[in-house]
């Protein structure tokens, strides 16, 4: 089966990284945490969704490139902020930024993503730039919201706002931009939004999932969010909880695979659908699907 790492495009993206943090002075801390960041093993998810979307819509794939390191920056940025206020201490089977280097140190690294991805995307038009302004906003939002669910008013629909927030926005983003690069028009690029955050979505859902089942074995944090089969599990035993969980990533795989369906096929269509696929139905557990 392929690998989303087996990508050109994962393979344009891992080199364009490599190439800006080894272009920093390799005297300062700075490299450092990045080249830990860096080496936490990330599949480069959204960038590389970003250039396949650039690529279906007629786009130049290396026209995309520093759009789509702005993503994987800012996406870095969040995760080593959200280690710091979750208490997070291995992220992708590797010690968290904050916990190798101290809260001081993590914090000014994902400053210093966030600076660069701005430089990265500010040459791009203000259709593309306001959709990654819009994604920030939403992911610091999103974490706010997930921050307050250990209240016990936490509801699906509470749920459903923080994850298409904190998680589904970049995704949102990703495809729209991609699209942009393209030159398309604002009708496509907006259709292409929504699939990305139906992806963005179905991929939260499945990853509480599966932390709920204890199956997250690179990942730990001394914080839990209340995820959507702790919220069905006030009132469904085990099973029937985690199968309302299943029925809704399938929901959602399915409202993106509808948007994709509607561009004609290509190379690039077809990646992006093995992509919806393997961080979403394919991450369930054998025993779990039916």
Do not use: W
Not at 24 to 35: C, E, V
Not at 148 to 177: D, M
């Amino acid at each position: 089966m392929m690998k989303i790492e087996d990508l050109n495009e994962y393979q344009l993206i891992k080199t364009a990284k490599n190439e800006i943090v080894g272009s920093l002075d390799d005297r300062s801390q700075m490299q450092k945490m990045l080249l830990h960041v860096c080496s936490s093993g990330g599949k480069n998810i959204r960038p590389v969704m970003l250039i396949l979307c650039t690529e279906m819509c007629g786009g130049n794939s290396e026209d995309s490139v520093k759009a789509a390191l702005a993503i994987e920056f800012i996406h870095s940025a969040s995760l080593i902020h959200d280690d710091v206020l979750d208490g997070g201490l291995v992220r992708r089977g590797v010690e968290s930024a904050h916990k190798k280097y101290g809260i001081p140190a993590a914090i000014l690294c994902g400053d210093f993503l966030i600076s660069k991805a701005i430089s990265l995307i500010s040459g791009y038009g203000n259709n593309a730039v306001n959709e990654f302004g819009r994604a920030g906003m939403y992911m610091a939002e999103g974490e706010t919201i997930d921050i307050s669910s250990v209240e016990e008013e936490f509801r699906e629909r509470n749920y459903f706002e923080c994850i298409t927030k904190k998680t589904g926005s970049l995704f949102a983003a990703s495809a729209a931009i991609g699209a942009y690069v393209a030159e398309t028009d604002e009708e496509t690029a907006l259709k292409l939004r929504t699939f990305g955050e139906n992806v963005g979505n179905a991929y939260q859902i499945v990853d509480d999932l599966l932390e709920y089942l204890n199956k997250l074995e690179d990942k730990s944090s001394a914080y839990e969010s209340v995820t959507l089969p702790l919220i069905y599990r006030r009132v469904l035993d085990h099973d029937d909880a985690v199968e309302k969980t299943v029925r809704e990533v399938r929901l959602c795989v399915q409202r993106a695979k509808d948007i994709l369906f509607s561009f004609p096929s290509s190379d690039s269509r077809k990646k992006l659908e093995l992509i919806t696929d393997l961080i979403t139905v394919d991450m369930l557990p054998d025993n779990i699907i039916k």
